[in-house]
């Protein structure tokens, strides 16, 4: 089992930066990878960023560029970086641990970008 706990959300206006912080316990060991997804109202939860033990990164085209996914191994805490920020990225974000045969996620914390 592996337990995540989001923080950092909040609500910033348009081009304004917001760092999210994955705090992971538990099962640390069997986890390949972690990602930062998130679920705007009425739409379907997505995945933005993607880190894998090797420290190899991937982005959703909506993110890229704006947004950085990083890691803290000694402190098992995953980070979302998150620049420029438009009214569309609006949304409540989750973390997620990949493992073998199984994924968990956090609670989610809110983003909300707004004049």
């Known amino acids: 089992q592996v337990q995540l706990v989001e923080s950092g959300g909040g609500l910033v206006q348009p081009g304004e930066s917001l760092r999210l912080s994955c705090a992971a316990s538990?099962?640390?060991?069997?986890?390949?990878?972690m990602s930062w997804g998130r679920q705007a109202p009425g739409k379907q939860r997505e995945l933005v960023a993607t880190?894998?033990?090797?420290?190899?990164?991937n982005y959703a085209n909506s993110v890229k560029g704006r947004f950085t996914i990083s890691r803290d191994s000694a402190k098992n805490t995953t980070y979302l970086q998150m620049n420029s920020l438009k009214p569309e990225d609006t949304a409540v974000y989750y973390c997620r641990a990949l493992c073998v045969g199984a994924d968990y996620w956090g609670q989610g914390t809110q983003v909300t970008v707004s004049s």
């Open positions: 880190i894998t033990r090797g420290g190899s990164t």
């Open positions: 538990g099962s640390i060991f069997s986890i390949s990878a």
